[in-house]
């Protein structure tokens, strides 16, 4: 938990220095705000709960038995939630409106290394403009948090309205969700799968044959989306998601961000909800599925009842950075201790005791031994709890007034007057 909560912390933190506000909203959603907004696939992750009481009586065998015994679900994401409740609180809220949540989510999914069945996310979303100034700065987010985690990046960018135009283009307008389903495991399961699953699907070979040398297209930004430009001149939503993508790329530019960031048309993210850019943060040092994701939506809270409300976030995936940070040995030394420094119990408790008490009241972690024994034994638990400091007060202390502190990193020792507490604090870093 220690360590978590320093991915936490940081998260929270710079989501913070952006002006977003947290709020969180229940784990159970009805079934009707969850389903139909995550595709077919994400439909088949939903854990379903079970009405409570008697689910089954009064059940009509004629009916679906599922959507009459169970009327709730637990949240998929916290997006769709989000959206419920932008449109819930609207004349409360002030447009636009930013705000971070930081909870778990279920995914009735096969558990595997970096894929789980809980886990949280810590989501940024700001909704009520269409300012392309906004995903920059969920870009800028995402710079500064893997920045101060000292995780090296790498932001796929890519457009729902390319992708849209790529349907376009192959004749196959009404199959742009097959398209973005395949097209979203190209790392998964690779090129000839991808272009398997969509003949499949029902695309042409000519419109698969189109689409191949899109999906491995080589060259700096501005080179794709000079290509792209040329194969999307028959596509007006097309020439729009190319438009975005330059804009985008022109304000990262402009804002000196120090991650890369490409352009991936392969890029897809499988929600349907998507309508603009879209986003991907991989670790370059670890290998693991994407650690961030997200994108533009236009019309999520139209569904709720809110229409012309457009939004964009990005999520990170709490669980999967602490499996890069633990891979790559990134934590901090001493996360796991809750105590900066740890009292030996010499006997003398009726001395110590008022010191750890100012000490705590002015912001410091202390702690005492509960047990007077041999002093190899509280050194011993000092260095297993990681507690860098420790302090020895028997006797001689008590009647001088003094108190003897060790960095047990060093092997420094200092004594101070019980009453200085500044110099106490200062030396174990509370200060």
């Not at 995936?317 to 934590?331: N, P, Q, S, T």
């Amino acid at each position: 938990m220690a360590e978590r909560n320093y991915i936490f912390d940081t998260i929270r933190s710079v989501f913070r220095s952006f002006g977003y506000s947290q709020i969180e909203t229940p784990a159970m959603e009805n079934l009707s705000t969850l389903l139909g907004k995550y595709g077919e696939e994400g439909d088949k992750l939903l854990f379903r709960i079970l009405n409570s009481g008697d689910a089954f009586a009064g059940v009509d065998e004629s009916k679906p038995l599922v959507s009459q015994i169970c009327e709730k679900g637990l949240r998929y994401d916290l997006t769709v939630p989000f959206a419920r409740y932008v449109v819930q609180h609207r004349d409360e809220i002030s447009f636009p409106f930013k705000r971070f949540q930081m909870q778990p989510v279920w995914r009735a999914d096969r558990p595997q290394k970096g894929r789980y069945r809980e886990f949280y996310q810590c989501d940024v979303d700001v909704i009520g403009s269409k300012s392309q100034l906004c995903e920059l700065e969920l870009v800028q987010i995402v710079d500064e948090v893997y920045r101060r985690l000292g995780i090296n990046v790498l932001v796929k960018i890519n457009n729902r309205k390319v992708l849209s135009g790529l349907a376009e283009i192959c004749g196959a307008p009404d199959k742009v969700v097959d398209i973005t389903v395949a097209i979203d495991k190209l790392d998964k399961i690779g090129l000839d799968a991808v272009k398997a699953e969509m003949l499949e699907k029902g695309l042409s070979a000519e419109a698969v044959a189109l689409l191949e040398p899109v999906l491995t297209l080589s060259g700096s930004n501005a080179e794709k989306i000079a290509v792209m430009r040329g194969l999307m001149s028959s596509s007006e939503i097309g020439l729009k998601g190319l438009d975005e993508l330059e804009e985008l790329f022109g304000f990262i530019a402009d804002a000196g961000i120090s991650t890369p960031c490409e352009i991936d048309l392969s890029l897809a993210r499988g929600l349907n909800y998507y309508t603009g850019a879209i986003f991907e943060v991989k670790a370059l040092d670890w290998e693991i599925g994407s650690i961030s994701g997200g994108g533009r939506y236009d019309n999520l809270t139209g569904i709720f009842g809110l229409a012309d409300m457009s939004g964009v976030g990005i999520s990170f995936g709490a669980d999967r950075i602490y499996d890069v940070l633990k891979g790559l040995d990134k934590f901090p030394a001493g996360l796991g201790s809750a105590s900066r420094l740890l009292f030996a119990n010499m006997g003398e408790t009726a001395y110590v005791l008022p010191i750890a008490s100012a000490l705590r009241a002015a912001g410091a972690s202390v702690e005492i031994y509960p047990d007077v024994s041999k002093l190899k034994k509280q050194f011993d638990y000092a260095d297993r709890k990681g507690i860098p400091f420790l302090s020895v007060c028997g006797e001689t202390e008590a009647a001088s007034g003094q108190v003897q502190i060790k960095n047990l990193a060093t092997g420094e020792q200092v004594s101070f007057s019980k009453d200085d507490l500044p110099g106490i604090l200062a030396f174990i870093g509370e200060n």
